[in-house]
């Protein structure tokens, strides 16, 4: 029978050298560990701030919630975006397929936020505005200058082959 082996005691010495190895050996991680998770909450804040942004002052329950939930699927797609990038042993088709449906997801969560209408004016004095500056833009695109003469096709009279 072998005799069991007694515990190895280590001094103080020993302890504290140990301890601020281990501290020494965290610091350098953290200063080397890759900072997708904080460029991907950067991207998402950026997301969410814009929708709100977009949203105006008179934002409903309904559309704070819809908002977080296409914040949630754009950090979904962020992430796994990240890891067919990054990842070595990526099952390519899964991932994909992930991407498409968090993509349809958040287009169709996008459409029901419908945040890119044109705005509604407030008053009468912004509705003129509006209008003026509409006209401004139509004339620069609708004046005879812009427009290009394009040469009538001539019939040729023969049947195409």
Same mark, same amino acid.
Request: net charge positive.
């Given at each position: ?12 010495? /020993? ?12 610091? @350098? ?6 900072? @997708? ?6 991207? $998402? ?13 008179? *934002?409903?329950?309904?559309?704070? /919630? ?11 797609? *962020?992430?796994?975006?990240?890891? !067919?990038? @990054?990842? #070595?042993?990526?099952? $390519? ?12 997801? !958040?287009? #169709? +969560?996008?459409?029901? +936020? ?13 509705? *003129? ?10 004339? /620069? ?8 003469? $394009? ?11």
């Amino acid at each position: 029978m072998k005799k069991p082996k007694a515990k190895r005691r280590i001094s103080r010495e /020993g302890r504290k050298r140990m301890g601020a190895a281990g501290r020494v050996n965290l610091e @350098h991680w953290k200063a080397q560990a890759p900072s @997708h998770a904080t460029a991907l909450a950067a991207q $998402v804040d950026t997301f969410r701030d814009g929708l709100l942004r977009d949203a105006g002052s008179n *934002l409903t329950t309904t559309k704070a /919630g819809m908002i977080e939930a296409a914040t949630t699927t754009y950090a979904g797609i *962020l992430i796994v975006r990240t890891k !067919l990038v @990054h990842s #070595r042993r990526a099952d $390519v088709a899964t991932l994909t397929e992930r991407v498409s449906w968090l993509t349809s997801n !958040l287009a #169709r +969560l996008l459409k029901q +936020l419908n945040l890119d209408r044109k705005p509604r004016p407030r008053s009468l004095e912004e509705a *003129l505005a509006m209008k003026a500056e509409e006209m401004r833009r139509n004339q /620069g695109i609708n004046s005879p200058r812009s427009k290009e003469t $394009v040469p009538k096709a001539s019939d040729s009279g023969g049947k195409p082959s």
